[in-house]
């Protein structure tokens, strides 16, 4: 079983729809938990970023943290089609430290929103 | 600023071939990470340097050898190319202390035939 898991999709919404990508772990040890958007051929780029359990904003996005569920979401309101892109979750048990920022990655979901 | 760059962008090697894979930074990151991209499979670490000099490995390394002269560049080296190593490449930095966030490169495709 892999350490984080997360439905690659392919998900496919229209214009304006609400969107909730989740991923879940199993390493009790996670304190930090991201969210990156990946381009089709681009590297990943930091979208979210949440410090152990709660709710974080960002202008149409909110990331959710339940490390009682070991379970974190993503949520996009009003989404558009310059959305359309990979989404991947990523979690690390330190910023530095003894685990040095090493990330655990999410299998990524595929994210179309059409017009 | 360039932030963080692959070369090359795009290769094609037999099986037995090698080749090194170069990233190179500036913005005077202590952290640098090798990870490959699979379908289905997310980013997964190969192997990670967390100063110049240093390497260690990461979940998946066999295959793989690592040098990190200098600080701002950290090199991924291919001794025999398997065809199971096809994927695409992405360098990643980050700043030794602060906030979490590794900063990626634009990545490198590869393919063994």
């Known amino acids: 079983q892999k350490e984080v898991e997360q439905d690659p999709g392919p998900l496919s919404v229209p214009e304006g729809a609400i969107v909730s990508l989740n991923c879940t772990y199993s390493n009790s040890a996670f304190q930090y938990f991201m969210w990156y958007r990946q381009y089709s051929r681009k590297g990943p780029e930091l979208l979210m970023y949440?410090?152990?359990?709660g709710n974080k904003e960002d202008g149409r996005f909110t990331a959710q943290v339940d490390k009682s569920s070991k379970y974190i979401s993503l949520f996009i309101r009003d989404s558009q089609p310059s959305d359309s892109a990979t989404y991947l979750c990523?979690?690390?048990?330190?910023?530095?430290?003894?685990?040095?920022?090493?990330?655990?990655f999410g299998q990524g979901t595929i994210l179309t929103v059409h017009p | 600023n360039a932030g963080v760059t692959q070369t090359p962008k795009f290769r094609v090697l037999k099986t037995g071939q090698s080749m090194t894979l170069l990233c190179a930074q500036d913005?005077?990151?202590?952290?640098m990470y090798w990870y490959r991209q699979d379908p289905g499979m997310g980013l997964r670490l190969i192997h990670y340097?967390?100063?110049?000099?240093?390497?260690a490995k990461g979940e998946v390394p066999d295959g793989y050898n690592v040098s990190r002269l200098k600080k701002q560049n950290f090199l991924l080296g291919l001794e025999s190319a398997a065809p199971s190593q096809t994927s695409v490449y992405f360098c990643?930095?980050?700043?030794?202390?602060?906030?979490?966030?590794?900063?990626f490169g634009p990545g490198t495709r590869l393919t063994v035939l």
């Open positions: 949440t410090y152990s359990s």
């Open positions: 913005m005077n990151h202590e952290y």
């Open positions: 990523a979690m690390s048990a330190d910023a530095g430290g003894t685990s040095y920022g090493k990330l655990t």
């Open positions: 340097s967390v100063g110049e000099g240093t390497t």
């Open positions: 990643a930095t980050k700043h030794i202390a602060g906030v979490n966030e590794q900063f």
